[in-house]
Structures are given as structure tokens and as C-alpha cells.
């Protein structure tokens, strides 16, 4: 188990991680896989649902699966269990605390709670950083239409606390950091498409920017 506080992990972190508890073996998604949990997260399915839906997923491969062969090892193979459990939510029959509201509404308490989390942020912050979470806090629509259009907006605010946060380091760790978050990505791949390995590492930066103290808005809210 991860001695990271659940609370503390970014959603891709969380799913990564619980794939590979299940497996027990891999320190990494691949790009494509990373590019699966970057689409649930873009839906909106909460984290438990994508963890039910491999957990149950694995459990029914592993029944139907003869002795002598291996496991899944891409969470590609979970796929249409997860996609089965958020149905299942969104038709009210699982899920923490019944079937989400409509997406007007989850949007408005996505941006309401994004907006409390930069000023909480800012609060507990000083000098350049502060201005960043106020900046951050600027880019925000005072509404968003979809949570499609939040979503882009998020990603715009997270787009500018990484981009402040890397301007803000030292010059070494600054030239270092693009060569580390490719070697934890591994060379990409002939299946991986370039938009995917390019999310990958952008992964890799945004949980350096985490573990740096950085709030990110995605995964969180």
C-alpha cells in the first residue's frame, strides 16, 4: 500500500496505483493506459467507480481465466468493467451516496470548490506563489456551461501555476527536471500516439509540481 494519504494522490495517481496493487507487479501505466485514466477523469468518473470496476473486473478474469495463463497487464483489458460500474452509477443502483446530480450542477460545485481550493491556497502561501494562486484564481469563468468547458478552464489554471512554478526554480533543477519526467516516462512507443506520450510527461510534471507543495486543480476537484 501507498504510504501517501489517499486524499493526497492526484486522481491519475490513485487509479495508477490501484492498477498496479492489483497486478503486484509495475511501477508505471503505459502511455495508452495513461491516456484511458485521463479520459475517465475528463467524463467525470469518480475514482471509486474506476477502482470498483477493476477490482471486479480482475476478480472476474482471474475466475474465468485458465490456470496456466497471466493476468491482464494492461488496464485496457478492465476497460468495459469500469465502463459497466459507472452506468451502473449514474442509473443510481451503486455508488457513494446514489447517482450523480445533472451536469449543471456538478459543475457549479466543481467550480465552486476550485475556486475555494486557489483561495485556500493563496491564504497559506506567500510572495510569488500567492500571485500565481490569484492569477490562477483569474483565469476561472465566473460560470462554465459544461463540465467539458470547466474542464478546459482547469486545465488552463493548472497550465499556469506549472508554467509559474518551473520559472521559479533554480536554473539546474529547471534543465533537469524535463529529462527526469522522460526517463520516468520510458521512450515512447510505436502504438502510443504523440498527444498521449506528451500527457504522459505532463503527468510526470504535475506530480513533481505535487510533491513540490504546488496545488493542482485537476484530480482534486
Not at 508505471?28 to 475528463?42: F, K, N, Y
Amino acid at each position: 500500500m501507498s504510504l501517501i494519504p489517499s486524499g493526497e494522490l492526484s486522481y491519475a495517481a490513485l487509479v495508477c496505483e490501484f492498477f498496479l496493487q492489483l497486478r503486484g507487479t509495475g511501477l508505471l501505466l503505459s502511455p495508452l493506459d495513461q491516456e484511458l485514466v485521463a479520459e475517465w477523469e475528463r467524463r467525470g468518473l469518480p475514482a471509486s467507480v474506476v477502482c470498483r470496476g477493476m477490482r471486479r473486473g480482475w476478480e472476474e478474469l482471474g475466475r474465468d481465466r485458465a490456470p496456466e495463463a497471466a493476468p491482464p497487464r494492461s488496464l485496457r483489458a478492465l476497460r468495459g468493467f469500469v465502463e459497466e460500474e459507472w452506468r451502473a452509477y449514474r442509473d443510481g443502483r451503486v455508488g457513494d451516496g446514489g447517482a450523480p446530480g445533472s451536469e449543471a450542477e456538478a459543475t457549479r460545485h466543481r467550480l465552486a470548490a476550485a475556486r475555494a481550493r486557489l483561495v485556500e491556497a493563496a491564504s497559506a502561501s506567500s510572495g510569488e506563489r500567492r500571485s500565481a494562486y490569484g492569477e490562477a484564481a483569474r483565469v476561472l469563468p465566473a460560470d462554465a456551461s459544461s463540465l467539458q468547458a470547466l474542464e478546459v478552464a482547469l486545465r488552463a489554471a493548472d497550465d499556469l501555476l506549472l508554467h509559474r512554478w518551473i520559472l521559479s526554480l533554480p536554473r539546474p533543477e529547471r534543465a533537469a527536471l524535463g529529462p527526469r519526467c522522460r526517463l520516468l516516462a520510458g521512450d515512447r512507443t510505436r502504438r502510443a500516439r504523440r498527444s498521449a506520450y506528451r500527457e504522459t510527461l505532463r503527468t510526470h510534471l504535475f506530480e513533481a509540481a505535487r510533491r513540490a507543495g504546488i496545488l493542482c486543480l485537476r484530480g482534486t476537484v
